[in-house]
């Protein structure tokens, strides 16, 4: 089975501060996500990576950047903390493929992050 | 999500049918899929569709048609359990998915 872990499940921390968000997955996929999740607007992107140290924007890049430094763990930062980044977030994974099956993504268990 | 419509909520009884809808854009499409989430927990796949047709798995299907841009996930035999929202994702081809805003199906007694 694929696991995808995120290292916290809760996480409370104040305007300004720096945040780190990690991930993990044991399959050896070469894709890698983070979204967010809000009430009515579904899962949003805001970077993928396809490889180590490769990393794209996603639909909403801005107040946030992302680490690929190994293959099985992508990190999401937040540089300074914002109120308006309370959310719930979920990392994903997925095998590399052109498409069909292979972009199947796997997620972790999500990190409900509040600002405050 | 952009350019993904799916109902927002609906409601239905224990050992009824349900189908849910999905319509997406149809320019780069390169797949359909459907995925359950429970409240807390993360998103679990359950159907993939690139072709026309129905594509049967147990108790749900799923259905797509290209040229309409659109898709239908059926529950069968609603259980209890089933209640949970259910997100509607394309694949157009440029590796991550586009989700819908995700359908919360509520299944009463």
């Known amino acids: 089975d694929v696991k995808v872990t995120q290292s916290s499940r809760y996480l409370v921390k104040r305007t300004g501060e720096k945040v780190f968000l990690e991930c993990v997955q044991d399959?050896?996929?070469?894709?890698m996500f983070w979204y967010r999740q809000d009430p009515g607007l579904g899962l949003r992107l805001i970077y993928f990576?396809?490889?180590?140290?490769?990393?794209e924007k996603g639909d909403i890049p801005e107040g946030y950047s992302v680490s690929r430094e190994k293959k099985e763990r992508f990190s999401l930062i937040l540089e300074s903390a914002s109120t308006n980044q309370t959310s719930m977030y979920l990392c994903?994974?997925?095998?590399?493929?052109?498409?069909?099956?292979?972009?199947?993504?796997?997620f972790g268990a999500g990190t409900r992050l509040s600002v405050l | 999500g952009q350019n993904i419509d799916q109902p927002t909520e609906m409601t239905a009884t224990e050992g009824a049918i349900v189908q849910i809808n999905c319509t997406y854009q149809?320019?780069?499409?390169?797949?359909l899929f459907w995925y359950q989430q429970h409240a807390g927990e993360a998103p679990t796949f359950l159907s993939y569709?690139?072709?026309?047709g129905l594509e049967e798995k147990g108790r749900f299907s799923s259905f797509l048609s290209r040229s309409k841009g659109y898709s239908y996930l059926l529950l069968k035999e609603l259980q209890m359990k089933d209640s949970a929202s259910y997100l509607c994702?394309?694949?157009?081809?440029?590796?991550?998915?586009?989700f819908g805003s995700g359908t919360r199906l509520q299944v009463q007694p």
């Open positions: 994903a994974s997925s095998y590399p493929g052109t498409g069909g099956k292979q972009n199947i993504q796997y």
């Open positions: 399959m050896d996929h070469e894709n």
């Open positions: 990576s396809y490889d180590v140290k490769m990393k």
């Open positions: 149809t320019s780069g499409f390169n797949g």
């Open positions: 569709n690139v072709l026309d």
């Open positions: 994702a394309e694949d157009t081809g440029r590796r991550a998915l586009t």
